[in-house]
């Protein structure tokens, strides 16, 4: 008899269906900085690796090193 009630038990929570949970999603927007485009290049794979290293060596980002990289070449080209 007891058998049948742990039975009968296991039964009645399997039957008990969990409540469905939604979730909305709601999407992050950026704005977008005024004074910047995008840029989309091709770069060496070893030398991407090289930036990414330095990037975290100096915890700074790639977009940082970029811009200075491209400051320091133009002001040493005038």
């Known amino acids: 008899m007891e058998k049948d009630e742990v039975s009968n038990w296991i039964n009645k929570i399997k ?12 999407p992050v927007i950026q704005e977008k900085p005024k004074d910047e485009v995008q840029l989309s290049c091709y770069v060496d794979k070893g030398l991407m690796k090289s930036l990414k290293m330095q990037a975290l060596k100096e915890d700074e980002t790639i977009k940082n090193i970029i811009n200075k990289s491209i400051t320091l070449y133009i002001k040493s080209n005038d």
């Open 15 to 26: 039957a008990k269906k969990p409540p469905a949970v939604t979730q909305k999603v709601v």
